[in-house]
């Protein structure tokens, strides 16, 4: 069960960092202190989540490049397969 004062995550606004001070007390540095962390918690958040859509790219690229890789392979090989038979 999610309490009232959870903190959001991914594009925390600095508005709505600023209503979380009010709910848990913070004030001058500390508040400070406190959307700075919760900032960079997000960006670190929004790093991740590039570098993981990045390598699923990549990944779907050299899937894609091993089908069709194997898709001529086995073209070739049933070229060859014809051949062979032709000159029986």
């Known amino acids: 069960m999610a ?3 959870s903190i ?3 594009a925390t606004s600095v508005q709505v960092l ?3 001070r009010e709910q848990m007390s913070l004030t001058g540095i500390e508040l400070r ?3 700075k962390e919760q900032q960079a918690v997000e960006r ?3 790093i991740k989540q590039r570098e993981y859509e990045t390598k699923q790219r990549e990944y779907e ?3 894609h490049e091993y089908e069709k ?3 001529k392979l086995a073209a070739e090989e049933q070229d ?3 051949s062979f038979e032709q000159e029986k």
């Open 61 to 63: 690229m050299k899937q």
């Open 3 to 5: 309490s009232a004062t």
């Open 18 to 20: 600023k209503e979380l």
């Open 8 to 10: 959001p995550t991914l």
């Open 80 to 82: 060859k397969q014809r």
């Open 44 to 46: 670190e958040e929004r």
């Open 69 to 71: 890789e194997n898709a």
């Open 33 to 35: 202190d406190f959307i």
